[in-house]
């Protein structure tokens, strides 16, 4: 299944849980899909059958409410199966709506409150250096997110130690959850900032694939962010660029509609 | 276990403080990205002045409110408990309390109110990490009538406190006539064989539970203890005496909170039989309603703590 391909299953499978599950953040979901499926079939090296291989790559999905799309995405990757994936946020699962480490192997640290995975990241990247290894570390964050000073402080970090063994991509949908980031403390102009505290920064298109991987797999001596322009509840017409969908559950006529187009796209 | 004319606690937070703002121009609300969640939409409508958002920034959030007080102005900071607590602790410490900032920390749907969204939403450990901090007032109000009348003193009281704003609906189970005073529980159920003391929305299960074993023949007291800080020693201390055992129930950790508030004033005074239900540990992925039941906290899990007590 190539990255497009794995894309549309995701958000087939992300309408299908959140619609039986009864809950989770559907336009979040819908938003870093396509950064997670470029990063799980052309980026990370990892291993279903031994999901702590010490010689993964290590994600972080920082923006820990979209714990369906990385749910999801891990079920097409072999982590999960489809079966598993519906027991989400039910009685005793491992799926809880936020990732937990206790709970499920191959998450790295347990998110959801939001500003903890950069940090993390920083640490997982000094430790690959002190220990020699060659794997590489990837977080994601939301954009609202990074209003959290927790984040400056580690890009701050990563940019004194030229951690070029560390990619930052941010889901840069311009919403949070209540309005625009923009709005709310603004972020802009976000490259700026990251190059400022000595990192590589490119913008791209979120959902073009081809760019994604070009800018995800470049190389540098830097540690680099990818600032990933997304749109909210991408794919879903009713959902897009509307902050309700944050974490809206959709009516039966909503999810139907909803399936019906994220399957026809391509 | 729900009911008819159960009641969401945010919901007379919220017009409570539009009430008083309308009032009094020095109040003003500061939130994290959570006007939604805080149910500040109106306020925001009517006092978009005095909203201040400063976005997903928890240990700006406490600091930014410590720093409206110092200008006179009486700022409530409303923002997911566990967030509000956990990310800023020393900012409330140190710019809060330590600083005696006339700053009303409003920590919404604490405990397990967030079910299977896990552990990390949780606020269960809010009262312990909180009751260590020295001149900080904490109120868990247990309905929305106490809800309002806590609100309405920390306006008018010129001092650093917490208030713990449920989110599970419950009935009320306070006298509407209350005034909130700090350091004052009620007895809302008489009784001299035994004790619950519970603080917020689990008072209502203490009470179903007085109810299952007073049908029993067991005459059960029931205290609210909505001031966690100061506690209320004395009405403590006379359950001690009077009654043969106490249980106390809270939807937050024993070890520093409810429980060990209640212990300590029992151990220093008059030692009696106790036993501290709450929640123990990590939840595990579950709706509310099923985490009570996890917990110990349904209404016959309550009563048969109470009777093991008693029995030992
Ligand atoms: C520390 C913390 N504060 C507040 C929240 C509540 N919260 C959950 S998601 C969210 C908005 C996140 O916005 P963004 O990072 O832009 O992610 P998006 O959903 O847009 O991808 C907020 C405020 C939280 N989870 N953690
Ligand atoms: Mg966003």
Sequence with gaps: ?266 | MTTENAIDCRKPFAATLVELAGKDDRIVAVCNDSVGSSFLGEFKELFPERLINVGIAEQNMVGVGAGLANAGLIPFVCAASPFLTGRALEQIKADVAYSAANVKLCGMSPGFAYGELGATHHSIEDIAWLRAIDGLKIVVPADARQTTAAVRWAADAPSPAFLRISRTPVPDVTDASEIFEPGRAQTLRLGNDATLIACGTVVWRALQAAKILSDEGLKTRVINMASLAPIDADTVIRAAEETAAIVTVEESVPRGGLGGAVAEVVVANTPVPMRMLGTEAFAPTASVEDLYEHFGLGAEQIADSLREVLAR
């Design chain 1, 1 to 266: 299944m190539n990255s497009e391909e794995q894309a549309r299953s995701v958000r087939q499978l992300i309408l299908e849980t959140i619609s039986f599950a009864g809950l989770g953040h559907i336009g979040s979901d819908l938003s870093i899909t396509d950064i997670l499926a470029v990063l799980y079939t052309d980026v990370l090296h990892l291993d279903p059958e031994r999901p702590q291989w010490p010689d993964r790559d290590r994600l972080i999905v920082s923006k820990g409410h979209a714990a369906v799309a990385l749910y999801s995405t891990m079920t097409l990757n072999g982590f999960l199966t489809h079966d598993e994936l519906m027991t989400f946020a039910q009685r005793d699962s491992r799926l809880n709506g936020h990732p937990a480490r206790a709970k499920l192997p191959g998450i790295e640290t347990c998110t959801g409150p939001l500003g903890h995975g950069l940090p993390v990241s920083v640490g997982m990247a000094v430790g690959a250096r002190i220990v020699n290894a060659d794997w590489k570390t990837y977080v994601v964050t939301g954009d609202g997110e990074l209003q959290e000073g927790s984040n400056w402080e580690a890009i701050m970090f990563a940019g004194h130690q030229q951690l070029s063994g560390l990619t930052c991509i941010v889901d840069r949908n311009r919403l949070q959850q209540g309005a625009l980031t923009e709005e709310t403390n603004s972020l802009d102009p976000l490259d700026a900032k990251f190059e400022a505290f000595g990192w590589d920064a490119t913008v791209i298109n979120g959902h073009d694939h081809d760019a994604l991987r070009e800018a995800i797999l470049a190389a540098g001596a830097k540690p680099r962010v990818v600032i990933a322009e997304t749109t909210k509840g991408k794919g879903v017409s009713f959902m897009e660029n509307q902050a309700v969908w944050h974490h809206k559950v959709p009516s039966a006529d909503q999810f139907a509609q909803a399936l019906a187009e994220v399957s026809a796209t391509r």
